[in-house]
């Protein structure tokens, strides 16, 4: 008698910091830290507005949901249900880390300045030069078959950059790299814009891309 209520108190105590975990760690759309227009002519903002405020917001709200049924299951011991969640947590969550990332890796024209430090030195160590990273980064990006991201990573274990991509909304750490740039290739991202010209969509995005970020995250990597 005493096992059993020690062990109901138990689950219940479970249950109640699952909860509180769940509850903190809701998602929010974060806001641009420029104008919907700001990086005009590389990407319009229709193109900005659309992405950010429906698409973004999407996987928000259906990440959201995914986690509340998840914890629900995990409070009831649902095995199934949870497992069950999983595709759509891994889909709305990477979709909400992508782009979250996504739009910081981008700045307006006027601000736009190279690489340098130790991310220029790395990227010339391991690519030969900028322009060698930004076209194999290029060419990989524009060979997604169907919708994707391409990402420039550092790789833990070797200490070395790389260039990969995902498919779907697979964030970058699903490959072992960890994101340093991300470019998102869905067809929202430039179709209203580019129509069918991705190839012209990933190499103007170079003119917008903020190396200072890209740089930032490399010394968070390392
Ligand atoms: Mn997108």
Redesign the pocket.
């Known amino acids: 008698m005493l096992r059993r209520s020690t062990n109901a108190l138990a689950r219940a105590t479970a249950h109640a910091t699952y909860g509180a975990r769940r509850t903190v760690v809701t998602a929010k759309l974060p806001d641009l830290e420029y104008d919907f227009g700001a990086l005009e002519p590389v990407i319009n903002a229709e193109i900005m507005e659309l ?1 950010h405020q429906k ?2 917001n999407t996987y928000v709200t259906n990440f959201n949901a995914a986690q509340e049924k998840y914890a629900e299951a995990e409070a009831k011991g649902d095995y199934s249900t949870m497992i069950a969640m999983q595709p759509a947590i891994k889909f709305n969550g990477g ?1 909400h880390v992508n ?1 979250s990332m ?1 739009w910081k890796c981008l700045t307006a024209p006027k601000d736009f300045a190279m690489p340098e430090g130790e991310l220029l030195k790395m990227i010339e160590r391991d690519f030969g030069s900028l322009d060698a990273m930004q076209d194999k980064f290029t060419t990989a990006t524009v060979a997604v078959q169907g919708s994707g991201w391409g990402w420039l990573g550092y790789n833990k274990a070797t200490g070395k950059l790389a260039v990969t991509t995902t498919a779907n909304q697979d964030p970058c750490v699903t490959t072992g790299l960890t994101p340093l740039l991300g470019v ?1 290739v ?1 067809e ?2 430039y179709y209203l814009q580019y129509k069918n010209l991705r190839p012209d969509y990933v190499k103007n995005i170079w003119k917008i891309i903020n190396w200072k970020y890209v740089g930032d995250n490399l010394k968070n990597a390392m």
């Open positions: 992405h698409h973004h979709g782009h996504f998102d869905w929202h991202a």
